[in-house]
């Protein structure tokens, strides 16, 4: 199985704040990571698929990058609707995936 | 618009079974790979399986920790994907969702809002 593997597990940052999520596969997945957001109580969406593809109606704040085995999302300025859960997920083979979370505070 | 909605979840005993159901609408249901994705409290997200579309020879996979015990279906002429659940176990209690794709190289997306599973006695 792949495992994946998230960080930080938890951050906290301000309003316009850059931030950072990284995430790792335990073996290659060429491009085939996907991010999501998830807000409490609700289902998560997805951000991001095949690593760099900004899914339509997604703020262009919201950016992802990499290959092969590390990935970053990255969102350029923190705005207050941004406080959510992050994951990653891979889609290269099954089982598929997720990473453990990433929770962005204020 | 694209929409799903499950629905089947409660409360159970352990070893009981339930069937959780996934009204599709706003897409072209038998085109697409459908999953199931479910969230124990306070947890993370984990993958049970997917049911590729005819164009896929139906194909489904599951998770190791429900395979045997969970039979993912779909009935494309009332865009509906279900997931049978027997011999359930405490562990399997969390709100389940059901996702459009998700399949090889796929990505799962709209989701429905989640049906909650709480197997205890």
């Known amino acids: 199985d792949i495992q994946m593997t998230q960080s930080p597990s938890s951050l906290a940052a301000s309003v316009g704040d850059r931030v950072t999520i990284t995430c790792r596969a335990s073996?290659?997945?060429?491009?085939?990571l996907n991010w999501y957001q998830q807000k409490p109580g609700k289902a998560p969406k997805v951000l991001i698929y095949?690593?760099?593809t900004l899914q339509s109606g997604v703020p262009s704040r919201f950016s992802g990058s990499g290959s092969g085995t590390d990935f970053t999302l990255t969102i350029s300025s923190l705005q207050p609707e941004d406080f959510a859960t992050y994951y990653c997920?891979?889609?290269?083979?099954?089982?598929?995936?997720f990473g453990g979370g990433t929770k962005v505070e204020i | 618009e694209l929409q799903l909605v499950e629905s089947g979840g409660g409360l159970v005993q352990p070893g009981r079974s339930l069937r959780l159901s996934c009204a599709a609408s706003?897409?072209?249901?038998?085109?697409?790979?459908m999953s199931w994705v479910r969230q124990a409290p306070g947890k993370g997200l984990e993958w049970v399986g997917f049911i590729r579309s005819k164009a896929y020879g139906v194909t489904i996979e599951y998770a190791a920790s429900v395979k045997g015990r969970f039979t993912i279906s779909r009935d494309d002429s009332k865009s509906i994907a279900y997931l049978q659940m027997n011999s359930l176990k405490t562990e399997d209690t969390a709100v389940y969702y059901c996702?459009?794709?998700?399949?090889?190289?796929?990505?799962?997306?709209?989701w429905g809002q989640g049906t909650l599973v709480t197997v205890s006695s």
């Open positions: 997920q891979q889609s290269y083979s099954t089982p598929l995936t």
């Open positions: 996702t459009r794709g998700g399949s090889y190289y796929g990505w799962f997306d709209p």
């Open positions: 706003g897409f072209t249901f038998g085109d697409y790979a």
């Open positions: 095949t690593a760099s």
């Open positions: 073996q290659s997945i060429s491009s085939y």
